[in-house]
């Protein structure tokens, strides 16, 4: 049976493990000449049905330093404008590679993608539903600043909790940590729901009040914070509109919140950021989300690779 990647849920701890174990192993495939690597002949097939930049990119890279190749679906020029199906598109489309990256806005397609696909698909976000690889990738982040003790640290979740699928992943990713903190400071209308926060109080032990508000923010607690912007575009009547695009968010991160953090808390964010994240942190050193972005191509290249195995297939193996 294929192995898609659709969801944090399918990961064990070790499998987790073995993803960051394998980081330094694939870095090193980067310098062996592209004949000798098998996946020289491998493709990938880019399909975003939704913006993206550090996602698709960060494929594409790790696929082009791994040795192999990449097609790009371009959803405006496509036969979706000639009334095409969603069925019809995957299943022509994953006739082309070997593995296909699929972004899309409805929560949940992901189910309707395979029943059509040829090949492994990987979840690259469906709507507010889940986006593991970008869940992989922060958990990696914060276990390269802090190691195996990274188990025993507090995180507090900043910004649009409802609606972010990187939270929702990382949420989960984090559920296997029990040791591990969690805390909540959303914006206005964008408060984690009853059954997420009655999972973080169960998993993790935690009996006190897990939302903070901007005026009361125990700014000592915690070791990792992480920022996402006001996901508008999952309101049901959304338009892009000026006046969105320029809407302040209720509160901004900025080197006067950042400062008063400790002193080796590190700040996250998935990027892209609104006026929620101001540029003068850029360079506070607590500051690691530019950190975060670049570590993306080593462990989308880890994640291909992962993904290949437990297809019973490989891009390394000369
Ligand atoms: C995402 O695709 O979810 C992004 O990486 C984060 C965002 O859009 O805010």
Known sequence: MTYHLLSIHQFEIKEIFEIFNS?????????????????????????????????SLSFASAMYRLGGNVITFNKEYSSINKGETFPDTIRTISSFGDILILRHPERGIMMKAI?????????????????????????????????????????LFVGDIKNSRTIHSLLELLHMFPSMKIYFLPFHNKFPTNIMINKVKQVHNQSDNLIFTFSNVKFDL?????????????????????????????????????????????LLHPLPRNQELNDDVDSNHRSYFFKQMELGVEVRMAILEFVMNKNNKSLLDL
Not at 28 to 48: E, G, Q
Request: some cysteine.
């Open 23 to 55: 980081i330094p192993i694939i870095k090193k495939h980067i310098s062996v000449p592209i004949s000798r690597l098998a996946c020289s002949n491998k493709i990938i097939v880019n399909a975003f049905f939704e913006p993206s930049t550090r996602t």
């Open 115 to 155: 029943e059509n696909s040829q090949i492994p698909i990987i979840n690259a976000g469906d709507g507010d539903g889940e986006h593991p690889s970008q869940a992989i990738l922060d958990l990696y982040t914060i276990y390269h600043k802090f190691g195996y003790e990274f188990q025993t640290k507090t995180i």
């Open 222 to 266: 915690f070791d990792i914070v992480y920022c996402t912007r006001n996901q508008t575009e999952r309101e049901s009547s959304w338009v892009m509109t000026d006046s969105i695009k320029h809407e302040k968010p209720d509160f901004i991160i900025n080197n006067y919140f950042v400062n008063k953090l400790n002193d080796d808390c590190i």
